[in-house]
């Protein structure tokens, strides 16, 4: 019994220091955790009011950076651009602007990896991509220009930007040797452009290097063929020195006979002749033509030039007649049928039409 009293008191002891220890836990948690929402919450104020010093931020550096724009200061909105790349680098609109910045004021470097860092963001950026592919061929990085030009440059609308891109892709081809690639971007650049000086001129430069290119391949594979004489006679045309040209255009013809334009060619130099002789030769030349294609307009033409010369009234209409029928879209029509006597010569010359070979060359110079 005594040892049951004392029990007891002491489960009553122990259950009393139990619930106040339990208390004093409970309590010391709820502390914790009021701390822990303390510094949450605070934390959170202080998230938020760094987002809006950072938007704010944004908003000025912005703001000066339109205003020296406007001012035609960019050297004075770089840096501004800068700030706000720094604050948001996924900002997408400071990242391009800084790059294309960067790009006009000659920093090459600089502005590639901006331009790169706006096209991860927004891969639709055709003309920051075109902007990137000249930086990149300017500072050496050829293959990447390359892929990058050639990307964006089906996808550009505004004028200077594609003449631009076009030029650079241009260079990028001739430099390595592809004559072919730069041949058809020039090509495409001349449909949409065909009156810009600078893509004439590339034309010529790409054209003739073709030209070039292939002459001396032709030199090369068949240096004593038909063909390389008619290319040397071309050549030696161009330079003025026609009686070479003509001995060139006869060696031609003494190698082929058959080979086609060949006698309208040499005509032609004939008929521009002061000689003579030559230019009876050339009336020979011009059936040979015939001879050789039946449908030869431009050597009917020359015919009828030559009968017209002659007074040969019916002659000169037939010539003309049979050369509307091969050409009727030239819109040229021959003259009138001529009464049986007492015409005056017709003058098919002066009418000559411009056909799919270009204008004739009854205009050509005398220079023999």
Known sequence: MKGQRLTLPLLSLYWTRGAVSFATMRTKHAIRLLRALFFFFASLHCVAQSLADRKHQMELHSDRAQEFLKQNKPELAIPEFRAMVALDPNNVDARGNLGVLLFFQGDYSAAIPQLRAALRLRPTLWRMQALLGMAERRTGSSQSALAD?????PKLREEQIQIDAGMELIEIHTAAGDLDKAAATVSALRTLYPTNTDVLYASYRIYSDLAGEAMLSLSLVAPTSARMHQVMAHELEKHGDDEAAIRNYREALKLDPKLPGLHFELAEMLN???????????????????????????????????SSRRGDVQEAYAHYSRAVQFQPNDGWTPPAPPPTSGSAPCTGRQDAPRTRHGSWRNTRSTRR
């Open 272 to 306: 521009a002749s002061s000689v003579a002789a030559e230019q009876q030769e050339a009336e020979g030349e011009y059936k040979a033509a015939l001879s050789v294609n039946q449908f030869d307009e431009r050597a009917e033409f020359r015919l009828g030039d030559i």
């Open 149 to 153: 030009l050639e990307k964006a440059l």
